[in-house]
């Protein structure tokens, strides 16, 4: 009897995996089946890719693609492999944190005989036409949206405490929207003007925004290269720097609570939800987040400050895409599920749904709520180019070192934060290893 | 007698064949899935390896490790991972060996207050960092608001457990030996039911005490147990680096990175798979001579097999 289980049950197991093999392979028919890796994963915004992607196969009946969506912690690592190994892998979601790395490693397909003829590129926005393509003219990624930064502040607060804000202009400086977070400030009451974000690349809370904004555009290397002087030195050699660490000091000490310095984003995001916090700075993806936690009307979004002396504010632009990789060996139905995705309509449906800038001009004619309420902010910086100047975008190999930089200058400017390094070490410190990598790898050619 | 001496003679080679095929999936799995990534990944700490280049990959000699050593941020996750080994160790040991010992005696509700205490064990190590990260946290955190609601704190200027460079690496080794209490609860207590109870009567017939008993009888009696568990949580304590991930990501000013977390960084933040491979190879080196030193002193071989 036990023989006859046993072998039942390996019968069973070789039939499992057989059928596992069959259905990894193409078949079903005359389908072909592609696998797309989504990157930033989460339930509503897998449900939401997964939709537009059964749309798509409705549509295009030879098609049936796979999504995995790996653990937001553990995805990088996950695609990474499956690049390197080479698995079965036709669509996937390319950060712009990550597209330099893979394109210096050669994983990713060129699109751009595939782009010559499509026509929806032609309603994208500036900031992504002028960072569509590489240096050698490449395209290597389909844009699926933007994020940049804004201020997210508690209207309900506001009004209590008398507060506004000045006009956006002019007026509406860091300096005060540190005077804003201070006056919200009251330990007693266990409330504070400011969500410090300490633990995860912290340098983008207020020492690169301020940094940038304080040197000013035309000191800049080339819009390409924000992080460089004329001088082609390091930003963090400069007055600007330092006055960037001293605003996230004055912000830390002032207006956040202590434990702040060692938040991560899930902290920030709880501390303003909660009521712990008043204002915070953030990308738009947190818009979903605070709908979904907080009542309306008690919060809203304002535009990024400038600077006070120069009266501009650096924005960073580009865009994380979806890409195929360069070994797929369906490119053609790949390519036809990006010129899908990257459609206005189709573009703005998922921007709305998961929260980020569409890279579309016309966005708002499929998705109204783009052109009002929550993403006003966007529209207001996009249209004054007098305060707000753009930069970046280019995929320059030296750029990857941003991931080792984030993790390094959070230790650093906790230690600052904390007293316990000195300013003038740390801003050495980044300024070599930005010069060296910038040495290494070489500069913008364009 | 010759057909005896051939039948056993064939009969031990069917059983060396038999337990041969019984090992060969352990020994197979073993192999692939441990062995074999820990070998091919030797030479990668010899080589320049980065995700960010693969174009630029290179042998460097020893260039990996002596970047290492003169990096502070690496040298300080050497004090910090011996701290973070040995205090989480004794204290999870004498308060699991206490716990053992009190769970030994029947009383009611026992099995309730034996699952309380082994929940612990079952919860993943990166959960209990998302979950202790709330408790710790000054702002919204139960721990403050118990300690505020209690009078001991004021609530203007809560304790910012992970956040302070005083007690944020205490805050870890707590909550590293909250959960790893179960596992030496659960470990000591099956081994003292292993102790025969004739033992403790005869010498309370001789007059012994109950201390003179735990140290002359208990001890003894379960020394193996101890020292290989004592030597296996050493190593996992070592290796716990999905906890200060997940709990402090080795903050406050890197005051809780661990030589394991500062490795898992290399990986994560970095994709320097070369220097993280150095970093590993230290630490494969260092457990050797840990697992080596410490069965030698502990005499481990005498205990024989148990």
Known sequence: MKKLLA?????????????????????????????????????????????????FEAENPDIEIELISPPLESSQ??????????NQLDLLEVTSWERAQYIENGWLYNL????????????????????????????????????????????DWMKELGLEFPEPGEEWTFDALYDIAKAMTDPEKGRYGWALRGGGNSYQQFVQQVALAALGFDNLLSEYEPLFTKEGTSIY??????????????????????????????????????????????????????????????????????????????????????????????????????????????????????????????????????????????????????????????????????????????????????????????????????EEQREEYGGYEG | MRSNKKNLARNTKRDRLFIFFMLAPGILLVALFCYYPFLSGIPYAFKRYSLLNLSRTKWIGLKNFETLFTEK???????????????????????????????????????????????????????????????????????????????????ANPIGFLSNLDTAFPSAIATNVWYGIAFFTITIQAALQGVPTELYEASEVDGAGKVYQFFKITVPYIRPVLILSTLLRSIWIFNFADLIYSLTRGGPGGTTEIMTSYMLNLIIFQSNIGKASAVGLIIIVLLLIWSTVYLKLSRFEEEGDF
Not at chain 1, 34 to 44: H, I, P
């Open chain 1, 112 to 155: 751009k005989d595939f782009f010559t003829d499509y026509a929806e590129q032609e309603t994208f926005t500036d900031s992504v036409k002028s960072s569509l393509a590489t240096t050698d003219g490449s395209i290597y990624c389909m844009p699926l949206g933007c994020y940049e930064r804004m201020i997210y502040y508690r209207v």
């Open chain 2, 73 to 155: 941020e690496f040298l300080q996750t050497i004090p910090n991972t011996i701290k973070w080994v040995f205090i989480s160790l004794i204290l999870q040991f004498t308060i699991g060996f206490m716990l053992a010992l009190f769970l030994k005696n029947k009383f009611r509700g026992r099995g309730i207050y034996q699952g309380v205490i082994f929940f612990p064990w079952a919860v993943s190590g990166f959960l209990i960092g998302i979950l202790w990260r709330w408790i710790y946290n000054a702002a919204y955190g139960p721990l403050n608001a118990l300690l505020i609601a209690l009078g001991l704190v004021n609530p």
């Open chain 1, 237 to 434: 050699r400069t007055e600007a720097a330092k006055k960037g660490i001293e605003f996230q000091l004055k912000f830390y000490k002032d207006c956040s609570p202590a434990d702040s310095v060692a938040w991560l984003f899930s902290d920030q995001v709880n501390a303003f939800s909660s009521g712990i916090c008043g204002m915070l700075m953030q990308d738009c993806d947190c818009i979903g987040s605070f709908v979904d936690s907080m009542e309306e009307g008690t919060w809203a979004t304002y535009p990024m400050p400038i600077d006070a002396v120069t009266k501009e504010a650096t924005i960073g632009r580009g865009f994380d895409g979806w890409g195929m990789p360069s070994y797929t060996e369906h490119p053609e139905e790949a390519w036809r599920v990006l010129a899908f995705l990257g459609s206005a309509e189709i573009n703005a449906r998922f921007c709305k749904e998961y929260g980020v800038i569409p890279v579309h001009t016309t966005a708002a004619e499929y998705e109204e709520s783009f052109s009002t309420g929550y993403y006003a902010p966007y529209i207001y910086m996009f249209s004054h180019p007098e305060y707000y100047k753009s930069s970046g975008g280019v995929d320059l190999p030296y750029t990857s070192y941003s991931s080792e930089f984030g993790k390094s200058s959070d230790v650093d400017l906790q230690n600052i934060l904390l007293g316990n390094a000195d300013i003038d070490e740390v801003l050495e410190k980044w300024a070599e290893g930005w």
């Open chain 1, 7 to 55: 072998l039942c049950l390996t019968l069973a197991l070789i039939a499992g995996m057989m059928g596992a093999m069959a259905g990894s392979a193409v078949a079903d028919g005359e389908k072909v089946h592609l696998v797309f890796a989504e990157r930033y994963g989460s339930t509503t915004r897998t449900a939401a890719l997964r939709a537009l992607l059964d749309e």
């Open chain 1, 77 to 86: 690592q996950k695609i990474t492999q499956m690049l390197m190994a080479k």
